[in-house]
């Protein structure tokens, strides 16, 4: 049995949160002065939006008023996702990154950032981008060699097959800048 409060939560609140098709990534109750919160963080393979938060958290309220889990005291109830730069400690976290720039810390010591091509049980395939001109390149790494791993948010990222831009661009001038180009 559980001895821990956040052991306690998990085991209360995680069949809810699976039952609405999401998964429970984590559990926090922390004190600020004199109130606590209690802050949950949710997750999908396909992301989890703002309707599915408000449902999970309306369920979890629902649930947490009718225990004691969080005890008498007055706390406020905190529903998010991991976030943009999210850390990656389970198997599934990789998969949700592929196609990411993940930086790693690995075991053996050393830094790498690469983006994620592919995940299977034993490993990661990787793309390490190239420096001043080269191209990427591809390395193998395998999941226990990972010490840390943390999603990297990218501005105006590069397709690396193409060389096109998230909007399929390859010409990084905004419409203002060709307009006025055009009108000289």
Known sequence: MSTTQSERLRELLEPLVTSQGLDLEEIAVDSVGRKRVLRVVVDSETGADLDAIADVSRALSAKLDESDAMGEGEYTLEVGTPGAERLLTQPRHYVRATGRLVKFQLAEGGELVARIVAVD????????PGVKGRRPTA????????????????FNRKDSTDGTDSTGSTDSRTEKDMKEEEEA
Not at 139 to 154: F, G, I, S, T, Y
């Open 121 to 128: 049980d034993e490993g990661l395939d990787l793309e390490v």
């Open 139 to 154: 390395r193998r790494v395998a999941l226990a060699d990972v010490a840390r791993a943390r999603v990297q948010v990218e």
